[in-house]
Nanobody
Framework: QVQLVESGGGLVQAGGSLRLSCVAS????????MGWFRQAPGKERLFVAA????????RYGDSVKGRFTISRDNAKNTVYLQMNSLKPEDTAVYYC???????????????????WGQGTQVTVSS
């Protein structure tokens, strides 16, 4: 069982930056692929970014490529999402997710992940 706790959300102006963090409980964090998803009101949960167990080549959703960066620190049981050049359309609740996997293949669908955090709100004003 893995518990995930996100932090770092908030209100920022368009063009600004935020860094989200997700801390995982347990000793097996380094064996999990990690992902970030987001969900705006009334919309489906969408893939943002994913990184595999050893921090290899990450994968990004098309709408955030070149602006967001996912990284992880296995010693701290933490995955990060650095968000730059934020836009109003980035406004959503951001969720951290984990799936036990040491594959190099990264999943982009919510149903592929087994564990979820409670989410953190990101609001970008125009």
């Amino acid at each position: 069982q893995v518990q995930l706790v996100e932090s770092g959300g908030g209100l920022v102006q368009a063009g600004g930056s935020l860094r989200l963090s997700c801390v995982a409980s347990g000793r097996t964090f380094s064996t999990y692929s990690m992902g970030w998803f987001r969900q705006a009101p009334g919309k489906e949960r969408l893939f943002v970014a994913a990184i595999n167990w050893n921090g290899g080549i990450p994968r990004y959703g098309d709408s955030v490529k070149g602006r967001f960066t996912i990284s992880r620190d296995n010693a701290k049981n933490t995955v990060y999402l650095q968000m730059n050049s934020l836009k109003p359309e980035d406004t959503a609740v951001y969720y951290c997710a984990a799936r036990p996997s040491q594959s190099i293949l990264l999943r982009t669908t919510p149903e592929s992940y087994d564990y979820w955090g409670q989410g953190t709100q990101v609001t970008v004003s125009s």
